[in-house]
């Protein structure tokens, strides 16, 4: 589904991203972990070409997405993204949050779009606020409906970049259901999360990446149990006991 062949970026004199050469297969569920700064948003951005590349190659179903002439809007209407800011219109209802691209951009009527708006807001618990505003849902509601939107454009890939990390600890949980819901479904996804609970129990793959690299690939038993790296094994230490403290 997706493959990174050399990618290398750049932030001025910064090598935010190191020969990079990679894949994700479809129907994968991949978490990428790795201390702050080590380049899981930008390489996570680079997917649907948020961020530019320097050199090398990366394709999504088989497509090269710097080929030139490809339409950017038309690759990013094929990738469900969802960020830590829900980033949802405010003046619109949450239904029509739902409505608005499938009706742009893929020429749904507005009561196909409507329809399959408020299955996917059962989906994830909220049909009962199609009607609401934004503003009057939790951060938790906000970001199933973040979620619910982009499922709406029916995209075989969605990206997560830190879903739960902006949400009050009690709503963290129906956001992860929600995920791995989607998970169980056979979604194709990239989640970068701090959730290792979550990366434990649905990633088929965990990537640990620092310092633009990706150190270390394995599925969660083994990176859990029997981390490679001595970096891996830092972060891991670090996170199961921020203090310091014996875990
Ligand atoms: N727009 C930018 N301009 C310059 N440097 C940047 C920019 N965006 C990111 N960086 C730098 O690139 C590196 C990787 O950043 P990135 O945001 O990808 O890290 P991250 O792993 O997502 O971190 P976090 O866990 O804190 O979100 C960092 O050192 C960061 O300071
Ligand atoms: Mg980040």
Same mark, same amino acid.
């Given at each position: 589904?997706?493959?990174?062949?050399?990618?290398?970026?750049?932030?001025?004199?910064?090598?935010?991203?190191?020969?990079?050469?990679?894949?994700?297969?479809? *129907?994968?569920?991949?978490?990428?972990?790795?201390?702050?700064? #080590?380049? =899981?948003?930008?390489?996570?951005?680079?997917?649907?070409?948020?961020?530019?590349?320097?050199?090398?190659?990366?394709?999504?179903? *088989?497509?090269?997405?710097?080929?030139?002439?490809?339409?950017?809007?038309?690759?990013? #209407?094929?990738?469900?993204?969802?960020?830590?800011?829900?980033?949802?219109?405010?003046?619109?209802?949450?239904?029509?949050?739902?409505?608005?691209?499938?009706?742009?951009?893929?020429?749904?009527?507005?009561?196909?779009?409507?329809?399959?708006?408020?299955?996917?807001?059962?989906? /994830?618990?909220?049909?009962? =606020?199609?009607?609401?505003? &934004?503003?009057?849902?939790?951060?938790?509601?906000?970001?199933? @409906?973040?979620?619910?939107?982009?499922?709406?454009?029916?995209?075989?890939?969605?990206?997560?970049?830190?879903?739960? #990390?902006?949400?009050? &600890?009690?709503?963290?949980?129906? /956001?992860?259901?929600?995920?791995?819901?989607?998970?169980?479904? *056979?979604?194709?996804?990239?989640? @970068?999360?701090?959730?290792?609970?979550?990366?434990?129990?649905?990633?088929?793959?965990?990537?640990?990446?620092?310092?633009?690299?990706?150190?270390?690939?394995?599925? &969660?038993?083994?990176?859990?149990?029997? &981390?490679?790296?001595?970096?891996?094994?830092?972060?891991?230490?670090?996170?199961?006991?921020?203090?310091?403290?014996?875990?």
């Amino acid at each position: 589904m997706i493959t990174f062949d050399s990618v290398n970026k750049y932030y001025g004199e910064y090598h935010a991203l190191r020969e990079i050469t990679e894949h994700v297969a479809r *129907g994968e569920v991949l978490v990428v972990c790795g201390p702050s700064g #080590s380049g =899981k948003s930008t390489l996570i951005r680079t997917i649907n070409r948020l961020e530019p590349v320097a050199s090398g190659r990366i394709t999504v179903g *088989g497509q090269d997405i710097h080929a030139p002439g490809l339409d950017v809007n038309a690759l990013r #209407s094929h990738i469900g993204f969802v960020f830590q800011q829900f980033n949802l219109f405010p003046h619109l209802s949450v239904l029509d949050n739902c409505t608005l691209a499938p009706q742009r951009l893929r020429g749904l009527g507005r009561q196909d779009a409507e329809a399959r708006a408020l299955a996917l807001l059962e989906r /994830v618990g909220l049909a009962h =606020k199609a009607r609401a505003r &934004p503003a009057d849902l939790s951060g938790g509601q906000q970001q199933r @409906v973040a979620i619910a939107r982009a499922l709406a454009m029916q995209p075989p890939l969605m990206l997560f970049d830190e879903p739960t #990390s902006a949400l009050d &600890p009690e709503m963290v949980g129906e /956001v992860l259901q929600v995920m791995r819901d989607l998970a169980r479904d *056979g979604m194709t996804m990239v989640c @970068v999360t701090h959730e290792m609970g979550f990366a434990r129990e649905v990633a088929d793959r965990v990537w640990f990446m620092d310092h633009g690299q990706v150190l270390e690939r394995a599925t &969660p038993e083994e990176f859990f149990a029997r &981390p490679q790296h001595p970096r891996a094994r830092q972060f891991l230490a670090d996170i199961r006991s921020p203090l310091g403290l014996p875990a």
